[in-house]
């Protein structure tokens, strides 16, 4: 079965930093590029930015580039998320979700499966 | 950006009734369209991709059609399970989803 599995919740402060895993098993890591997704009950589901594991090209929406950084270790299967300095807007449920179909991140595609997600929460 | 806007925003349903949920986007999309739907404190979950084809182990009671800017899922005989929210997403040009349906019980 195919399946990511996300990290726990977190709580934070306003400028601290956080990194958060998306681990896929069931299908080969490198095949498919890895998604992460925001929600919040403004905005709804946002796009964030998206990698490749076999080589960690990353693709960023112009909304979220240089607010965060996607990375990958496909020795261990694991995408992650990571800020820098939090800011209570960040406030949010993340998703992280690959995309199909294999190999491609051409139009055209879509995400499947999603992770649990993980309650990130700033104050 | 392309947007994504989807119609009614909710609606009330009875157990067998027939549904339709519509997305439009702002520009011609081909049929780079998915459909997800989402239970209260779940993840989404793919029921469509490219505009009308199931994914795998989806009911067939679930549809979709369209191609371009006008799209539509429906829900045939809609069942107990089926209420939740159900979000349109185009994979055009970057990645962008609507505003979701809140399908609640009538």
């Known amino acids: 079965e195919v399946q990511l599995v996300q990290s726990g919740a977190e709580v934070k402060k306003a400028g601290e930093s956080l990194k958060i895993s998306c681990q896929s098993s069931?299908?080969?890591?490198?095949?498919?590029?890895i998604a992460w997704v925001r929600q919040t009950p403004g905005k709804g589901l946002e796009w964030m930015g998206i990698i490749n594991p076999y080589d960690s090209d990353t693709r960023y929406n112009p909304s979220f580039q240089g607010q965060v950084t996607i990375s990958a270790d496909k020795s261990i299967s694991t995408a992650y998320l990571q800020w820098n300095s939090l800011k209570a807007s960040d406030t949010a449920m993340y998703y992280c979700?690959?995309?199909?179909?294999?190999?491609?991140?051409?139009?055209?595609?879509?995400?499947?499966?999603w992770g649990q997600g993980t309650l990130v929460t700033v104050s | 950006d392309i947007q994504m806007t989807q119609s009614p925003s909710s609606l009330s349903a009875s157990v067998g009734d027939r549904v339709t949920i519509t997305c439009r986007a702002s520009?011609?999309?081909?049929?780079?369209l998915n459909w997800y739907q989402q239970k209260p404190g779940k993840a989404p979950q793919l029921l469509i991709y490219r505009a009308s084809t199931l994914h795998t182990g989806v009911p067939s009671r679930f549809s979709g059609s369209g191609f371009g800017a006008d799209f539509t899922l429906t829900i045939t005989t809609l069942q107990p399970e089926d209420f939740a929210v159900y979000f349109c997403?185009?994979?055009?040009?970057?990645?962008?989803f609507g505003g979701g349906t809140k399908v609640e019980i009538k």
């Open positions: 520009q011609s999309i081909s049929n780079y």
């Open positions: 069931g299908y080969s890591f490198p095949t498919h590029w």
């Open positions: 979700a690959r995309y199909g179909p294999q190999y491609s991140i051409s139009s055209g595609g879509w995400f499947d499966p």
């Open positions: 997403q185009q994979s055009d040009t970057y990645l962008t």
